[in-house]
């Protein structure tokens, strides 16, 4: 396994446009986290799913962003109708998930967003 | 709420030199703490984890103690190199429990910039 990967490693986009980023978890991790992080900033929880169900939203996820996850497996991250205050790096972290204990997160290497 | 707070960077130091940097958290609970670093251009990885109080997490050189009594989980290595050069996040988790979400709360971050 090579671990967490996202798809693309950079996007520039106008204003007002729709970009969407993809992330592959580790195979046989069920849990799959988005973050954003800011320039100066840690990483802020953005949304989470375990297998195909996303189970919180944070309220930093405005209704232009849309997460989906349809399979269990890979995921996508929508923004429609991008703004300037989008641009960050969009992280991705997968975990496993048995009865009662998480491993910790291994995350992928981030897609970074421009939005000119 | 959770919360963890770190030292504000950037860190300058020279080579060889002795590297500390504060985390303080705020957690209900007993949360699992790491330490994460990201290098230039990367994602982030996990430098070091501690799960319960008075455990030492160690890698590479790094080292930090899970204190209770002061909520603290100071990273400490005796002698950094250039290479150590990154941004290190410290972070907490709830990890165990049957309805923890598994998802990271982080700092903001420190700047660690080693001269040769």
């Known amino acids: 396994d090579t671990g967490v990967s996202q798809d693309p490693r950079h996007k520039i986009t106008k204003r007002g446009q729709n970009v969407t980023f993809r992330c592959d978890p580790i195979?046989?991790?069920?849990?799959l986290y988005w973050y954003r992080q800011t320039l100066g900033q840690g990483p802020e929880f953005l949304t989470y799913?375990?297998?195909?169900?996303?189970?919180?939203k944070s309220r930093l996820l405005s209704d232009r962003f849309s997460a989906e996850r349809p399979k269990g497996s890979f995921s996508t991250l929508e923004i429609q109708r991008t703004e300037q205050g989008d641009s960050a790096m969009y992280l991705c972290a997968s975990s496993q998930r048995d009865s009662y204990m998480n491993t910790e997160a291994f995350f992928g290497q981030g897609t970074r967003l421009t939005v000119v | 709420g959770n919360s963890v707070t770190q030292m504000e960077g950037p860190v300058t130091l020279s080579e060889e030199a002795f590297l500390t940097i504060n985390c303080t958290y705020t957690a209900t609970g007993y949360p699992s703490l790491f330490w994460y670093v990201q290098y230039p251009g990367e994602g982030l990885q996990l430098l070091l984890k501690?799960?319960?109080?008075?455990d030492k997490g160690s890698n590479k050189g790094f080292e930090a103690t899970y204190r209770k009594e002061t909520t603290s989980f100071h990273l400490e290595k005796g002698s950094v190199q250039v290479s150590d050069s990154a941004v290190y996040f410290c972070a907490l988790i709830k990890l165990a429990g049957s309805s923890n979400t598994g998802k990271l709360i982080f700092g903001q971050g420190t700047t660690l910039q080693v001269k040769p």
């Open positions: 501690a799960t319960k109080a008075d």
């Open positions: 799913f375990q297998n195909e169900a996303q189970l919180e």
């Open positions: 195979s046989e991790h069920n849990r």
